[in-house]
């Protein structure tokens, strides 16, 4: 496989992707069930809601009790799935999270859609960009942040039957679609394309923009090892210390803060390993504003531009 | 039913444990602890029924107990070391390093009887109503209990919790208040005022019960009350006017045993308000 193969013509939103995988899990499993503070349509848990009404609770603007609710449901055997936008299921409810699921060893997996800049006109109060930071924090917790529909679609299933507490980190804009349901496994990364001269890891949408920017480079003569890391946590540190071994070069590529987020997780791999020149592709440490998700991937840094710039600063330092 | 007398003399006990448990490492909360023991004495000797003996995370079949205000963590762990869940020899660990006994109630040490961290407070509604939603959708008719401190009270998520359970009826669920009207900075009607706090909880949807936590009798007859009115579509709770320190005389009538610990002197002198019914650790 390799960055040639991906010309998608579809495209959904990750968080459809989330709500879709959701509706089945509700049919195979009794223990799945469903909590949502007032974003239901947002988070496309409708299917979920309607079909299992018995199973899905309503919360309200109430963000700290559903989590709570969430981690007294798994002693009960029930595996709840939380549904808000990623700000409100992290910052706001970061002590109850602290507590009553991941010092509690509770199985609660909480699903966050809306996250990062791409939540577009909304604006700042809502386009957390801290979150994968929070969430890595915590010990125990498994944090995660597909890259499309398909890899969402994935990941949602993929939760079920993954003990202990998950942050499944999804957005609101229509992408294209291009990974595959049926090859996501938690804490594998995908190889995307092989490459010799720089190593680019990337996560959620900017997986896409990486794909594109590969292909530029090649264009130019710069051959892209491209690994999507959608477990930021646990992290598939052999998988990212072998493309390094081979390129000596390294790009992070992600819609989050610079700090805390998988440039971070990734450079912790790679200092204490194999060290090698890294350029980070992330929000410079500043809150977001309203505008169209591409225009403001565009005027933050991350766009397929942004990658292409810092993978030629990469290979320079070498 | 257990003896009155029975209880009674478990209450002793139970106080025993608390001050000597507090004074071995100086670290501790006596006064709330002291306060609740007639409450969990008879909830755990009378009221509730569970397996001390095979304890199980799900607790199918079994009443479960939250402890919300999780810094009186102390009569907690005796009640449930004196109810056959661990041995009670293990108290003389707690707060110690490498102990099971949590300075708060932790389920990463797997202490059997405990099903939730606690301790960062106003969260222990959420998760009974959680847990009683699950035994409902699990076709298991026992019943979740919890307690709460009045300070606690202040946490904006138990409002939430206070709204949500009338809402989803809820009425497998019996939350006490330990009602002493004392916090860490002084007297709570002080503090932050809980106002007309029956009002409060009735105008959520509660069906409210109020009773003298250093009345056994009241207790029991109380919460077997409380256990009759479940199953009727709402949350029950009850608004217990309890002493901080109680049974101990001079950690009566103030704030200022919340979190302190007894010297060896003071130590001495709690004992000798409290028989020693059943054997100290």
């Known amino acids: 496989m390799s960055i040639h193969d991906f010309n998608p013509t579809e495209k959904k939103d990750t968080r459809s992707g989330f709500g879709d995988a959701l509706y089945e899990l509700g049919k195979e499993d009794e223990r799945v069930v469903g909590l949502c503070a007032d974003l239901t349509g947002s988070l496309k848990m409708n299917a979920f809601a309607d079909h299992f009404p018995d199973r899905f609770f309503q919360t309200g603007v109430a963000e700290a009790n559903m989590i709570g609710m969430a981690a007294g449901l798994t002693i009960g055997g029930k595996i709840p799935f939380t549904g808000t936008f990623a700000n409100f299921s992290t910052g706001r409810v970061y002590d ?6 991941a010092y509690s060893g509770k199985n609660v997996k909480i699903c966050a859609s809306h996250a990062g800049l791409t939540l577009g006109e909304d604006g700042a109060t809502h386009q957390i960009l801290e979150d994968i930071g929070l969430m890595r924090m915590l010990p125990g917790m498994t944090v995660i942040n597909p890259c499309d529909y398909n890899q969402t679609f994935a990941a949602t299933k993929a939760i079920k039957d993954w003990e202990g507490p998950v942050y499944l980190r999804f957005g609101r804009p229509s992408w294209p679609i291009f990974a595959s349901k049926d090859s996501f496994e938690i804490g594998k990364a995908w190889k995307i394309n092989d490459g010799a001269d720089v190593t680019i890891v990337a996560t959620g949408h900017l997986v896409w923009y990486s794909i594109l920017a590969a292909k530029e ?3 130019e003569g710069i051959s892209v090892d491209l690994l999507n890391i959608h477990t930021i946590k646990p992290i598939d540190e052999e998988a990212i210390i072998a493309s390094v071994k081979k390129t000596g070069c390294l790009v ?3 819609e989050h803060n610079r700090f805390g987020g998988l440039g971070e997780a990734v450079a912790q791999v790679t200092t204490t390993h194999y060290p090698v020149a890294q350029e980070f592709v992330a929000v410079d440490d500043t809150f977001g504003e309203s505008g169209k998700p591409e225009d403001l991937l565009k005027k933050y840094g991350l766009d397929v531009r942004d990658i292409i710039s810092a993978a030629k600063r990469a290979v320079a330092r070498k | 039913m257990a003896e009155l007398t029975e209880l009674q003399k478990r209450s002793s006990q139970v106080r025993r444990d608390i001050v000597r448990m507090v004074h071995s490492q100086s670290s501790g909360h006596p006064g709330g602890s002291l306060g609740c023991t007639d409450f969990l004495t008879a909830l755990y000797g ?9 304890f199980s995370m799900d607790g199918k079949g079994e009443d479960l107990f939250f402890l919300s205000n999780g810094h009186i963590s102390p009569v907690w762990y005796s009640t449930l070391a004196r109810s056959g869940y661990f041995p009670i020899a293990e108290l003389g660990t707690f707060r110690a390093l490498n102990s099971r006994l949590q300075g708060h109630p932790t389920t990463a ?3 059997p009887g405990i099903r939730m961290a606690s301790g960062s407070l106003g969260q222990g509604l959420s998760v009974a109503i959680g847990a009683a939603l699950a035994k409902k959708l699990n076709g298991d008719d026992t ?7 009045d300070g606690e009270l202040q946490e904006g998520q138990i409002w939430e919790a206070a709204m949500a359970a009338p809402h989803m009826k809820v009425d497998n669920l019996i939350a006490t208040v330990d009602f002493n009207n004392r916090q860490i900075d002084g007297d709570v009607s ?3 005022s809980l106002g007309n706090l029956r009002a409060k909880w009735e105008a959520f949807g509660w069906k409210v019960l109020e009773l003298d936590g250093s009345d056994m009798e009241a207790i029991v007859k109380t919460l077997h009350e409380a256990k009759a009115m479940t199953g009727q579509g709402f949350p029950i709770v009850i608004i217990m006017r309890t002493e901080m320190g109680q049974g101990v005389d001079f950690m009566m009538g103030t704030h200022k045993w919340h979190g302190v610990a007894p010297n060896d002197e003071q130590l001495a002198q709690a004992l000798q308000q409290l028989e020693e019914t059943e054997g100290d650790y």
């Open chain 2, 109 to 111: 040490e797997h202490l």
């Open chain 2, 190 to 192: 002080d503090v932050m």
């Open chain 1, 96 to 101: 109850q999270i602290r507590q009553s699921i």
């Open chain 1, 252 to 254: 992070t590529a992600e």
């Open chain 2, 143 to 149: 019943l979740v209990f919890t307690l709460h401190g």
């Open chain 2, 46 to 54: 009378e009221i509730m029924h569970f397996d001390a003996q095979h």
């Open chain 1, 217 to 219: 480079l090649e264009k």
